[in-house]
């Protein structure tokens, strides 16, 4: 098994930024694809940024240009740099890293942009 934890969420004005951090169990160095979703009440869940083979990164149209995801081998985390933040962006923030064909979730974190 692989545990993801992911921190870094919490209450932010708008305009302020967050850092989230996702820390695996495992190695990250080598897997397919890492990223990052959100889900707020009511809504569905949906991808927000991904890092895929080759260094790649993929984002939804209304984080661009304000979220920026990396990650770091030897501290085995992803990241997600949310900048700009809008009351739009509040949700919880779920960690997603695939090894192959095996796929894992964080527990999630709660971003919450409010004035």
């Known amino acids: 098994q692989v545990q993801l934890v992911e921190s870094g969420g919490g209450l932010v004005q708008p305009g302020g930024s967050l850092r989230l951090s996702c820390v695996a169990s495992?190695?990250?160095?080598?897997?397919?694809?890492s990223g990052w979703y959100r889900q707020a009440p009511g809504n569905e869940r949906e991808p927000v940024a991904f890092?895929?083979?080759?260094?790649?990164?993929n984002y939804a149209d209304s984080v661009k240009d304000r979220f920026t995801i990396s990650k770091d081998n030897a501290k085995n985390t992803v990241y997600l740099q949310m900048n700009s933040l809008k009351p739009e962006d509040s949700a919880v923030y779920y960690c997603n890293v695939r090894y192959g064909p095996d796929t894992y979730w964080g527990q999630g974190t709660q971003v919450t942009v409010s004035s």
């Open positions: 890092l895929v083979s080759g260094g790649q990164t």
């Open positions: 495992r190695s990250i160095a080598g897997t397919y694809i």
